[in-house]
Every structure is written in C-alpha cells, then in structure tokens.
C-alpha cells in the first residue's frame, strides 16, 4: 500500500523537530533565543584595563632617575672655560664650588699616592692629595701610567668628596694603614720649645698636631766623620778590617755590619780631608758624610741657647772623643745630648692622613662635553613620564564601567 506524500506523518511542520523560519540557515538558532546565549558565552573576555598603580610606579622610578643625574645634567650645562682657582697652599674654601669645572696649581703629594686600575680600563689612575691644603684638596689623576708630562696645573671637575661613591673606603684606607713622613717646620719647632704655645706645622704649612708624648725622628749631621765601608769579602772578621781602616791614619769608632758590608765612623782632620778622600777611592772603599738618625719625644726636646737638646741614648751614642787611634763616647755619658741647630737637618714625624668631612676632590680631565649625553636622557625620560601621567589623568577620569562592577556568577 503507497504512502500518502500529504498525509499527516510526513507534513511540514510536523515532524519532531520545528522547521527553521525563512532566511534562517537550517540547524541555527535563531536570534534571542537559547542558542545565541551560549555563542556569546564562548567570546574571549575584553581585556582588563592597566591599574593606576602601574602607571603611578613607572613616574615614580623615572623621577628617580631624573633625580639621580641630576648633578650630571647640570655640570652638563656648564661652561667648557674652567674657573682659574690659583695656587692651592693659598686657596680660600670659599672659592670651592661643587660641580664645577676648575684649574687650580698645586704640588702633588706622589710618596703616599694611591694607583688604582678600574675594571675595564687598560690604564692606571692615582689618588693624592695636594700639599698645603689640609688633606682638603685631592685629585684622582687621568691615566697616569702613560703619561710623559706631569705639570702642577690640573683641569677637572671639582666634587665634594663625600659624593664620591668610594670616599669612606678611602677615609678608612689612609686613616688606618697610611702613615706619612711629615717634616716638622723648624723655625716653628724653636717657637714652641720657647714660648710652649706656637702651633706646629710641616714645612708644606699644613697644621700638625703632636702631644709631647708622640715620637718624632732627628736627622743630624756631624760634619767632622765620615762613614766608611769596608767590604766583608775581603776582611774575614770585624778587627781586621778595623785594623786596616786604622791605618789610614784616622780615629775609628763603633761599627756596624751588614750582609757585605762592615760600616765605621772615622774622624777626619779637615787638613787631611782631602788625602784622605783620595786613598779610599783608590782603595775603592765607599764613604759618605755621616749622619745619625735620632729618635725623642717632643716633651723631650729643650732649648738650649743656639742649639736643641735631648737626653742621651746609651744604646746609640752621637758624640766621641778621638782618644789615640780610636773614638770613644765621653765618660761618664753626659744626661743629655748638644745639637747645634746648624747639624739638624730635619725633624721628622709619621701621622696617618686623615681627609677631612670639607674635602673636595678634582677629577681630572672631566669636561662638561663628556656629560651631554644626560640631556638626550632626560628628554626620553621626561617624555616618557609625561606619557605615563596623560594616561593616568585619562583612566581616573573615565568613567567606571557599571557591568564591570557586577559580581561574577
């Protein structure tokens, strides 16, 4: 039996599932119902927009930045002519600008200067300070190693030093493990054993200042004697060569012997000086002026009319007496050793350098030009921060998105 085409089973509209309006594609959902639903469901989110937090923390670390060249960006600006200070001994502390570009003369102090070489340098700096100033002018020198010419003009910027970054390493360095010789201004030492009140200084006119219990060095001359050196391989023991030297003719005193050497004092008669002075050389003994290194206490020391006087040291005597072939200290030793002012040739002391909190320092052959490059830096950073603060103003002023304030489901 054929099936009816229209009969009731296989009609439009009434099978199980509905049939789609007109213009609709077969097996999609039309628009509001269910189906849209859950296609909008499965869009990518919007992205969330950047906190304020962010922006206000990125014009925070660029203003950092500003601020931390800042002295840069301004020695950028300055003047390329530097500023003529003079002589260093007669400079005025007021004259001492930060962050600014000087010339100034002065003698550097290269006996307790400091060599450095920077990690990723081929060359050598140093690090002195200038006599006559205190300890409160420094220079760290450019390239020192392989330089021909060291005049006493120097052209650099001019830091305080405590805006050094290395400046308390430094401080502690010299303080602790430095000890300068320092040559104590004689014309000032008569002063303060006369009156008890005059300020010492070194001979560079920087101020020294010593208790009369702090040791200092004598180097005095006895014009009379002469040192003479007599070799160890040619005399086996001490008294043959004494004994040889004697018959020169001359007073010999005490000796002193060293690896190949055997060291005597001699006097010499000034009219037989320069005989004398001919047969060492033609026995090619070495000789030298004599001069004695003494040591005391500047509570120690005394005037004694035109000369100094200091207490006598049993263990080294200065003074003999030619008696017959030989020179003998007095007998008995006298409480205190005479020295005219005339045989002392220094007075020494050693003292740390201490570098004071006023000092500056010159870095040499820093120029304004090497730092131009701060101000292209400035102009992105500024820029940027400038960027950074449109948005920020932008996103405080935009309204909230009220959808976005809706709790999740």
């Known amino acids: 039996m054929r099936a009816d085409p229209m009969s009731d089973d296989n009609r439009p509209g009434d099978s199980g599932s509905p049939a789609a309006p007109d213009g609709v594609p077969s097996g999609v959902d039309p628009p509001g119902e269910a189906g849209a639903a859950a296609d909008l469901g499965r869009l990518p989110p919007s992205p969330r927009r950047r906190s304020p937090a962010i922006a206000v923390a990125v014009i925070g670390l660029g203003g950092l930045l500003l601020v931390h060249q800042l002295d840069d960006t301004r020695y950028a600006l300055r003047s390329s002519s530097p500023v003529e200070l003079g002589d260093a001994r007669a400079l005025s502390p007021s004259l001492l600008v930060d962050n600014t570009l000087v010339a100034v003369r002065g003698q550097p102090d290269l006996r307790n200067a400091l060599l450095f070489e920077p990690k990723g340098d081929r060359y050598r700096r140093a690090f002195y300070r200038l006599l006559g100033t205190n300890t409160r002018l420094l220079v760290r020198a450019e390239e020192t190693s392989s330089r021909h010419e060291v005049g006493d ?16 390493q430094l401080r502690d360095y010299y303080a602790q493990k430095v000890k300068s010789t320092r040559f104590v201004d004689l ?13 010492l200084a070194d001979r560079a006119g920087d101020p020294l200042d010593l208790g009369p219990g702090d040791a200092i060095g004598l180097e005095v001359d006895f014009p ?20 040889e030297l004697s018959r020169l003719g001359v007073p010999v005193g005490s000796g002193t012997t060293t690896n190949d050497w055997y060291i ?44 100094l006087s200091l207490a ?6 200065t003074e003999w007496s030619a008696v017959g072939g030989a020179l003998v200290p007095p007998s008995p030793p006298p409480a205190r050793t005479q020295l005219p002012w005339a045989r002392v040739a220094s007075v020494q002391v050693a003292a740390p350098i201490r570098i004071p909190p006023d000092a500056f320092i010159l870095v040499e052959n820093e120029l304004p030009s090497d730092y131009r490059w701060t101000l292209v830096l400035d102009g992105v ?25 809706q709790p999740g489901p």
């Open 153 to 168: 003009r120097l052209v650099g910027r001019l830091r305080r030093f405590d805006r050094i970054p290395w400046a308390e």
């Open 187 to 199: 014309d000032r030492l008569k002063s303060r054993l006369a009156d008890g009140k005059t300020p």
């Open 224 to 243: 009379a004697d002469l040192l003479v050196s007599l070799p160890r391989k040619q005399f086996p023991v001490e008294e043959d060569a004494r004994h």
């Open 264 to 307: 005597f004092v001699v006097r010499v008669d000034p009219a037989r000086r320069d005989p004398l002075l001919k047969q060492l050389d033609e026995k090619e003994w070495p000789f030298a002026a004599r001069r004695e290194r003494l040591t005391a206490t500047l509570g120690d020391l005394r005037l004694d009319g035109d000369g």
């Open 312 to 317: 006598w040291d049993a263990k080294n005597p």
């Open 381 to 405: 950073l500024a820029l940027f921060l400038a960027f950074n603060a449109w948005l920020l103003i932008h996103r405080l002023r935009r309204p909230r998105d009220p959808e976005s304030a």
